[in-house]
Nanobody, 116 residues
Framework: QAQLVESGGGLVQPGGSLRLSCAAS????????MYWVRQAPGKGLEWVSA????????YYVDSVQGRFTIFRDNAKNTLYLEMNSLRSEDTAVYYC?????????WGQGTQVTVSS
């Protein structure tokens, strides 16, 4: 069974930076596209970013384009999200996700709060 564990969230001032990590296990990490999704307080889930198996193809929602960078280390089975120039509207619980072994898997999420 796949398992995803996020870390790296916290409280940061507007304009600051954070790096999120997602440790994956239970499936062949290097064979699957990986995703970051977030949920802001009182709102629905929002897809943030995606990365291809080898890391050479990435996609971002318009609101984070140019500020966030998704990357992966297949040797370490770890997904990352580098977040720069953070804004209050980036406040959310961030989840990594994968569709593997016939179903969707999500981590427990990590809270990112952008506030002065």
């Amino acid at each position: 069974q796949a398992q995803l564990v996020e870390s790296g969230g916290g409280l940061v001032q507007p304009g600051g930076s954070l790096r999120l990590s997602c440790a994956a296990s239970g499936f062949t990490f290097s064979s699957y596209w990986m995703y970051w999704v977030r949920q802001a307080p009182g709102k629905g889930l929002e897809w943030v970013s995606a990365i291809a198996t080898g890391g050479g193809i990435t996609y971002y929602v318009d609101s984070v384009q140019g500020r966030f960078t998704i990357f992966r280390d297949n040797a370490k089975n770890t997904l990352y999200l580098e977040m720069n120039s953070l804004r209050s509207e980036d406040t959310a619980v961030y989840y990594c996700a994968v569709t593997a072994l016939g179903r969707d898997y999500w981590g427990q999420g990590t809270q990112v709060t952008v506030s002065s």
